[in-house]
Structures are given as structure tokens and as C-alpha cells.
């Protein structure tokens, strides 16, 4: 009995870490990959939850001037110099960041 549930409970996993490969191999398709180094300049956007109770307006503007990259937390969190009237966290995921280019 005990050798026929360990069975089944490894085919089971088996079957889970196939589904698992085909999900990841979907999704890695259209997940773009964007490092950027401290002293980069990057556009913020910001999203609903980032405003306080009773700040949000739908019609303010969506993308914040160029802010600098202070520290590097890991590949997908950087901590950003923000303007001085925003009362927001300064650490931002990489998908709320877009590269800024700048002409020299």
C-alpha cells in the first residue's frame, strides 16, 4: 500500500514539474530582462497604490521627471531620488521604471 501512494505521489510531482516548465517557458517568452546601473536616470510611473487616501486623481500625470538611481536592491527593485513633494516610497519594481535617454 505505502510503495503504491509513494507511486503515485512522484507521478504526481512529475506531472507538477511539467506544468511548471511549460508555464515558465510560456511567460519567459515576453518577459523582457532591463538592468540599469546606479546613476541611471529613469522615468517613474506611478500607479494607483502609490498615492496616499485621497490624493489620487485619475487625471494627474502618470510618468514623473527624470529621477536618478541612488542604490541597487536587487535586479528587479531600485531606490530612486525622488522630487521632494512626493510622499511615496522611493523604492520602485523595474516594471514602473523606463529608461531615460538623455542627450549629451
Known amino acids: 500500500m505505502t510503495v503504491h501512494l509513494k507511486g503515485i505521489h512522484e507521478q504526481v510531482r512529475s506531472k507538477i ?3 511548471n516548465n511549460r508555464y515558465k517557458a510560456r511567460v ?3 518577459r523582457r530582462q532591463v538592468l540599469f546601473d546606479v546613476g541611471d536616470f529613469v522615468w517613474v510611473v506611478l500607479t494607483k497604490d502609490r498615492f496616499l487616501v485621497g490624493e489620487y486623481d485619475k487625471l494627474k500625470e502618470r510618468k514623473i ?4 538611481i541612488v542604490q541597487k536592491i536587487n535586479d528587479n527593485a531600485y531606490k530612486l531620488r525622488l ?3 512626493l510622499r511615496t516610497s522611493d523604492v520602485f519594481n523595474v516594471k514602473n521604471l523606463t529608461p531615460c535617454f538623455m542627450d549629451a
Request: proline share 15%.
Open 17 to 19: 514539474e511539467e506544468s
Open 28 to 30: 519567459d517568452k515576453h
Open 65 to 68: 521627471r527624470p529621477c536618478e
Open 83 to 85: 522630487p521632494g513633494h
